[in-house]
Each structure stands twice: as structure tokens, then as C-alpha cells.
């Protein structure tokens, strides 16, 4: 997709930004100004300012119907928000389709699986990959002009993809047919297939005992070690959240109500009433 | 002998429903609407055949390519201008607008060509083929030759290339096949092109088989083809080839052994059976909704 450079808007880092220090000196992968959206006479999400460095794993928390997935429905236009500017990689989203966004580089899972459940694996892969492959419909009838080539080396990359997930075995299985917790790691490699500069990541622990969270944390480090890309999640477990989150975001009605590090976040009284309620007067 | 002979009219027949039906259930699993416009546009594609090579003096080939092209521009237009605006509102408006472009084609093709059927010209020139004691006429013969050959084009395309797994994608999760990438308004635009394009060819096979063709002629194949499609499971591409065939199968059968003017009431009654017995369809998805 093309992007006229006069497109491209640079804004100052907001002050209260959660970048951590290595990323300052780059710019932010996705930020947002006073992101807000109203349905109807309800706002949903308010003043919503973000900064995600280019590397960094971010948490959104928030105790139920605080308006985390809104905010990820906002991030990928699914919702067109009633205020405020998007930023991603320094392009304004406004207007754009889901797809248009999803070539600009965010990629995302969901809070309940939507795999596309009739393909294989590999097929799956294949559409996360639909952007990168070039093929045109004449070369891929006629099978030639270079399209065993370009499948060939959509075929080699979504194989690595499975590979560094340990499903390469799986790839002529049913999406659908997968056990829960390769469902789930799927839509990861589905995700990262799309070649984005950011992650979503809806829930990824959702349904899992504890030690598949653990291989989950370290997958998710994983990502962003070898991908270098920004990860950004919503989860209730908290372990996983502190455990590998360099930056966190609490939200609540729909407001950022705290920022900061895991320890930060751990000792904020507002965090603490938001999810626990007011201490009781003595 | 002369069972065979009804059979094989019959797989002709059906095979022409089977391909309106192709366009309905592709329509249906990708852009999720029923497009009663769909019938109407055989109609266009036979008078367009019957002007190329009938007023204009066209040799049928290029009469058969410009029907096919005006179908797809025409099928593509309908899609922009009346389908498209209503994309997020409910599936009833959108029906009622497609009932709405069927009547307004239909009028059309009132108004320039009056209500007298016009007759087709003679695209296929084959001579009847004798086997032993059986006969089989020319035109059930191309029919079916190239109806399969469409089938098959139509099951690699869908399988094998990227745009194919793209309307695949689509058709299962629409939401999540444009987080990955995926045009959603593309894909609906070559849905409607393909579903077009294969409706002018069976307009092509029907105005060959029937010989006369009006304003009128694309809705009642319209309705069986889309009857075909529930019956095969809507939305199932194997599911409208295998209903088209069947419908038309036991329409010529129940026309030969039963009665010509039953014929159309065996074939609903079939329809009912099927749907009480398994209301997806032949080969329908079955919906598994979570509780």
C-alpha cells in the first residue's frame, strides 16, 4: 500500500509515555492522542494517549468491561473512533480498512478463536501471509510465470513460522480439528504471518493451565526477541502480565487510570481500588 | 433406452442449474446476501447472445464473449451501486433491494425488447449423437462437456489460488479475514464477477436448449437454481453443483415417468423432504453455536 509521505505525521512523544528507556530514542511503533469512542450516548473508551516503543511488551489491564478490546478493535479500525488520531509507525489510520491497517503493519488474535476452521494449518498461514504473496490470477491458472516460485517461498516461510512454534508437524491437519492450546498458538503464527510491526494479542492465555502459560510467556519474548516487533496484550493473568510486560496500562471505564511498570502498577492505590474496591473506613 | 436418454437431458438440465446455483451460494457464503437479481442476469446474457449475433451479425463466438463480458460489467455494477451502500445494514434490505433489481432488469429488458419471446439463435450447430438405440441431442452434449469443465476450472480456483483461499477465508470469518489482510470489498467484486460470468453461460446453454427467450425467462431458473443451492446446503460450492444436478435430474424424470405439469411440485416436494430431514442441506455446514 502506498503512503504519500505527506501522509506521514510525527508527533512529540507524550510525557506520559510509557516507553521504556532503550526505545526512547526511537520513535514509537503506535502511539494515540485522546483516542476516544461513543456508541451511541455511552463512551466507551476516553482520552486515550499511548505510546508503544518499537520493541516493547505492553499490557493492557482492566477489570471487566473496562474497554480493553475496544481499545484493540480501535487500533485496528474494526471501530472508527470518534476522536482522537491513531499513529502507526508514524502513518495516521484515520479512514483506513481493517485490511489497509492490517498492510501497514498490525496484526492482532481474539479474545475467542477465529481461525478459519475448514483450512489446513499451512493454509491458514497462507492468508496471514495473502499481502506478500504476488501472484497474479493468470500465473497462478497457467502455474507459471514465477508462481511455483513466489508459492514455493510462501510456502518455505510459513513453514519456518510453524517451526519456531513446534507446529510444523501439524500443517496438513485441520485448523479446526487442533487441540485448544495450538488453536490458540496458531492464531499467533497467523498473526505474525501478516509481517506486522505490532502484535495484538486478545486473551492469549485464556483457557490454559499453568505451564502452557509459561511456554506462552516465553513464546511471546521469543516474538519480540527474533521479530523485533512491538507486542501489545490484554490478559487477566496476572503472572504473565508482570512477568514479561515492560510497560502496563490500566484501564478502567474506559480510562487510562494508571501507567507505568509492573512494580509501579503492583503498588498504585488506584489499580488496587479499581480491581479490589474502596478499603473500607475504619 | 429411453430412461437414459431422460437422464442424460436431465444432467444437462441440471447442469445448467448447477451453474446459476454456483452463483447464489458463492454469493451468499462471501458477501453473506441472497441475490434474487441473480436470475435476471441469464436473461441479459441470452438477449445480449440474441442482439450480437441475431441484429448485429456477430459471429456466435464473439456473441458468447460479449455476453459473457457484459454480464460481468453489469453483475459488478449491480453489486456497486445497490449492494454495496447497504453492506452493514440488516439482511432484509438488502433482499428487498435485490428483489427490487431483478423487477428493474426485468422491465428493462421489457421495455427494449418487448414482451414477445425473441428466438435464440443457433450458437451449436452439432448434430444429434446415436449410440446404438439411444440418442442424445448436440446441445446436451456441449452442455454438459463444458459445464464440468467450468466446475472443475471453478473447484481449482478456489482451492489452489490465492484469491480463491482469500474468498474461502472470507466466507468463514469475514472479520478476521480483513484483520489478515484480506480486501473484503475485492473479494466480494470478483465473487459477483464469477457468479455473473457463469449465470451468462448458463443464459447461453438454456436460451440453446429452449430456443426462445423474454423478458421473463431468468426467473423461473433463477428460483430452481437457488432452490438447488438450499438443497445442495447454501453456501457450499460442491454442496450447489451437486443440487443443481439433482434438481435437474428429477425434474426430467418426473416430467418423463410422473406428469410434465407435476413436474415443478415433485421437484419442491423433494426440497421440503430434504430440508426436514437435514436442513442444511446436502451438504451444508453444520452451525455449532456455543452456548
Known amino acids: 500500500m502506498a503512503v504519500k509521505p505527506s501522509e506521514r505525521i510525527m508527533v512529540p512523544l507524550p510525557s506520559h509515555s510509557i516507553v521504556p528507556i532503550e526505545d526512547m530514542h526511537k520513535a514509537p511503533v503506535l502511539q494515540t492522542h485522546q483516542l476516544g469512542i461513543d456508541f451511541g450516548g455511552l463512551t466507551a473508551v476516553n482520552n486515550l494517549n499511548l505510546a508503544i516503543g518499537p520493541t ?5 489491564i482492566g477489570p471487566n468491561g473496562a474497554g480493553k478490546t475496544t481499545v484493540f478493535n480501535l487500533l485496528t479500525n474494526v471501530y472508527q473512533p470518534t476522536r482522537g488520531t491513531i499513529l502507526l509507525d508514524g502513518y495516521d489510520t484515520k479512514g483506513k480498512s481493517c485490511d489497509q491497517v492490517s498492510k501497514m503493519g498490525i496484526a492482532r488474535t481474539f479474545q475467542n478463536i477465529r481461525l478459519f476452521g475448514k483450512m489446513t494449518v499451512m493454509d491458514n498461514v497462507k492468508i496471514g501471509m495473502h499481502n506478500q504473496l504476488h501472484t497474479s490470477l493468470l500465473s497462478s491458472v497457467t502455474h507459471g510465470f514465477g508462481y511455483k516460485q513466489a508459492e514455493k517461498k510462501a510456502y518455505d516461510k510459513a513453514k519456518e513460522l510453524l517451526d519456531f512454534f513446534g507446529m510444523a508437524d501439524l500443517r496438513h491437519h485441520q485448523a479446526g480439528s487442533l487441540p485448544y492450546g495450538a488453536q490458540r498458538r496458531l492464531e499467533i503464527v497467523r498473526a505474525l504471518a501478516t509481517n506486522p510491526k505490532i502484535l495484538l494479542l486478545d486473551e492469549p492465555a485464556a483457557g490454559m493451565n499453568p505451564s502452557e502459560t509459561a511456554e506462552l510467556m516465553e513464546n511471546i519474548r521469543r516474538i519480540r526477541d527474533e521479530f523485533q516487533i512491538a507486542v501489545m496484550l ?9 512477568g514479561i510486560c515492560e510497560g502496563i496500562c490500566v484501564l478502567n471505564y474506559g480510562e487510562i487510570i494508571a501507567k507505568g511498570t509492573p512494580d509501579e502498577i503492583k503498588a498504585n492505590p488506584k489499580v488496587i481500588e479499581a480491581y479490589l474496591g474502596k478499603k473500607a473506613d475504619k | 433406452m429411453s430412461f437414459l436418454s431422460n437422464l442424460i437431458s436431465g444432467l444437462s438440465l441440471g447442469s445448467i442449474y448447477a451453474l446459476i446455483a454456483l452463483g447464489y451460494t458463492m454469493v451468499y457464503g462471501i458477501a453473506k446476501m441472497l441475490n434474487f437479481a441473480h436470475g435476471d442476469v441469464i436473461m441479459v446474457g441470452a438477449f445480449t447472445v440474441i442482439v450480437a449475433v441475431n441484429s448485429m451479425g456477430l459471429p456466435a463466438v464473439l456473441g458468447i464473449v460479449l455476453s ?3 454480464c460481468v460489467v453489469m453483475g459488478v455494477t449491480i453489486e456497486r451501486i445497490a449492494y454495496k451502500p447497504l ?7 438488502v433482499l428487498i433491494t435485490a428483489i427490487g433489481v431483478s423487477y428493474f432488469l426485468q422491465s428493462l429488458a421489457l421495455i427494449i425488447f418487448g ?10 450447430n452439432m448434430e444429434p449423437v446415436h449410440l446404438g438405440e439411444l440418442t442424445i441431442k448436440g446441445e446436451s452434449i456441449e452442455t454438459l462437456v463444458v459445464t464440468t469443465a467450468i466446475m472443475i476450472g471453478l473447484t481449482l480456483f478456489i482451492n489452489k489460488t490465492k484469491m480463491g483461499k482469500a474468498m474461502r477465508a472470507v466466507s468463514e470469518d469475514r472479520a478476521a479475514a480483513e484483520l489478515m489482510g484480506i480486501s473484503v470489498n475485492k473479494t466480494i467484486t470478483v465473487t459477483f464477477a464469477i457468479g455473473s460470468a457463469l449465470a451468462s453461460v448458463a443464459g447461453l446453454f438454456f436460451g440453446a436448449t429452449y430456443g426462445f427467450i423474454g423478458p421473463y425467462t431468468g426467473s423461473m431458473p433463477g428460483i430452481k437454481a437457488f432452490v438447488a443451492a438450499v438443497f445442495g446446503g447454501i453456501g457450499s460450492i ?3 453443483m451437486l443440487g443443481g444436478i439433482l434438481l435437474g435430474v428429477i425434474e426430467n424424470l418426473a416430467k418423463a415417468y410422473i406428469s410434465t405439469e407435476l413436474s415443478d411440485a415433485i421437484v419442491f416436494g423433494v426440497l421440503v423432504l430434504v430440508l426436514c430431514l437435514k436442513p442444511t442441506g446436502l451438504l451444508g455446514k453444520k452451525i455449532n453455536e456455543k452456548v
Not at chain 1, 56 to 60: F, S
Not at chain 2, 87 to 93: A, E, F, T
Open chain 1, 234 to 242: 490484554i490478559e487477566h493473568d496476572m503472572n504473565l502480565v508482570m
Open chain 2, 238 to 240: 460442491p454442496g450447489a
Open chain 2, 87 to 93: 453492506r452493514s445494514s440488516p439482511p432484509l434490505s
Open chain 1, 56 to 60: 516493547e511488551i505492553c499490557g493492557l
Open chain 2, 68 to 70: 459473457v463480458l457484459i
Open chain 2, 115 to 124: 414482451s414477445t419471446q425473441k428466438s435464440f439463435p443457433k450458437v451449436f
